[in-house]
């Protein structure tokens, strides 16, 4: 006979199960970092080397020729946005003259308009910079961390290929052979939802970049192709990287041209690009089953970036949307699936039914 204990046992067992798991990814984030990444980039490549593999390659070779070719695009984007850098730094002096006039306007603003003084305004940015370090050097580590990546992450993803088939049947084995076929089916399911949802998101970013890069080269800002890639990186990161993504080539087009009719037509460029990419990029091309709410997004990026750092940050929403997808096929794990999600039972009729499936029956109480 199963003892049961009782919940408050459990409860505790599975948060301190959850602790012990989170300080281990933190510990050994540059292990696991690198391997994330790989997973992801194994995903999006799977069906490549499939179609390699249909088509009369061997394993070895079709994942060779589709790795090659990828480090070989890489390499070619990489070279484009580092012209883009190399030629910022260029005219990093003059950025440098003409935001410091834009900074001293600003102060002489504030201090005329606002009453702060000068001393009063440089204290203010003082704090600000020490608040920003922290800041700086994490994102130095990252940085830093980058390199290792660059050396792990083929042979990674090279590996996961490889195994494909053993990891597999690791999860099949994991199971008794009564539950053979539903984990089958759960597998095949959850895979085929997976690569699909990496594609997308792929197809997404490389959408939305263009169309970033294709309006800032018609409102002639400089470096376009540099900030349309950053800016659709950004909107990985949901609300705060959309910000973000908006901001920079407004301080761009502020410190390089005169007046302010180009930063509002940036505004609304990307306005229009934002309503595009969320009323038909993401529902019909990443996926329409695939939605995660606002609140778990956010608690999710700040929790990634409280484990793993920016990694953290840009790999959140990827592998939550992963986990969506494995609880919304598994039924124990539903729940679960449906509280990531956005739907929400609006409808009295529905949220009652819902009410009374778990409600205990009462008596009627006697007078």
Same mark, same amino acid.
């Given at each position: 006979?199963?003892?049961?204990?009782?919940?408050?046992?459990?409860?505790?067992? *599975?948060?301190?199960?959850?602790?012990?798991?989170?300080?281990?990814?933190?510990?050994?984030?540059?292990v696991f970092v690198p391997l994330a990444f790989a997973l992801l980039i194994a995903m999006l490549l799977n069906p490549l080397v499939a179609f390699l593999e249909r088509h009369g390659f061997s394993k070895?070779?079709?994942?060779?020729?589709?790795?090659?070719?990828?480090?070989?695009?890489?390499?070619?984007?990489?070279?484009?946005?580092?012209?883009?850098?190399?030629?910022?730094?260029?005219?990093?002096?003059?950025?440098?003259?003409?935001? %410091?006039?834009?900074?001293?306007?600003?102060?002489?603003?504030?201090?005329?308009?606002?009453?702060?003084?000068?001393?009063?305004q440089a204290q203010y940015i003082a704090e600000a910079k020490t608040s920003l370090k922290p800041l700086l050097a994490g994102f130095m580590g990252s940085a830093a961390g980058v390199l290792s990546m660059l050396i792990l992450l083929p042979v990674y993803v090279f590996l996961l290929l490889f195994y494909k088939t053993l990891l597999i049947t690791f999860f099949y084995e994991l199971f008794t052979e009564e539950r053979a076929a539903e984990v089958g089916a759960i597998l095949s399911q959850t895979r085929s939802a997976v690569q699909n949802y990496m594609v997308g998101?792929?197809?997404?970013?490389? *959408?939305?970049?263009?169309?970033?890069?294709?309006?800032?080269?018609?409102?002639?800002?400089?470096?376009?192709?540099?900030? %349309?890639?950053?800016?659709?990186?950004?909107?990985?990161?949901?609300?705060?990287?959309?910000?973000?993504?908006?901001?920079?080539? *407004?301080?761009?087009?502020?410190?390089?041209?005169?007046g302010?009719?180009?930063?509002?037509?940036? *505004?609304?460029?990307y306005l229009v690009i934002q309503f595009i990419d969320n009323h038909f990029l993401v529902p019909y091309i990443v996926s329409s089953k695939v939605k995660i709410n606002a609140l778990v997004s956010i608690v999710i990026v700040l929790m990634g970036g409280a484990l793993w750092g920016l990694s953290g940050m840009f790999l959140s929403i990827p592998f939550i949307g992963v986990l969506k997808i494995i609880f919304d096929r598994?039924?124990?794990?539903?729940?679960? %699936?449906?509280?990531?999600?956005?739907?929400?039972?609006?409808?009295?009729g529905q949220f009652a039914r819902i009410r009374k499936r778990f409600r205990p029956s009462r008596g009627r109480p006697e007078r």
């Open positions: 006979m199963t003892k049961k204990y009782p919940f408050y046992f459990r409860a505790t067992v *599975i948060l301190f199960g959850l602790i012990l798991f989170a300080y281990g990814l933190a510990v050994l984030r540059e070895v070779p079709a994942i060779a020729t589709v790795l090659l070719a990828s480090i070989i695009a890489s390499i070619a984007i990489t070279w484009l946005l580092y012209l883009q850098v190399n030629s910022f730094s260029d005219r990093l002096p003059a950025f440098s003259k003409k935001f %410091g006039e834009f900074g001293s306007m600003l102060q002489s603003k504030a201090k005329n308009d606002l009453g702060i003084s000068i001393q009063k998101l792929l197809l997404e970013a490389l *959408i939305v970049a263009t169309l970033n890069s294709i309006a800032l080269f018609i409102l002639g800002v400089d470096y376009a192709i540099l900030l %349309g890639v950053v800016g659709a990186l950004l909107n990985i990161l949901p609300f705060i990287g959309g910000l973000i993504a908006i901001l920079l080539p *407004i301080i761009i087009a502020t410190v390089t041209k005169d302010f009719h180009t930063q509002l037509w940036i *505004i609304m460029a598994i039924p124990e794990m539903r729940p679960w %699936g449906r509280l990531l999600g956005t739907e929400v039972p609006t409808q009295r």
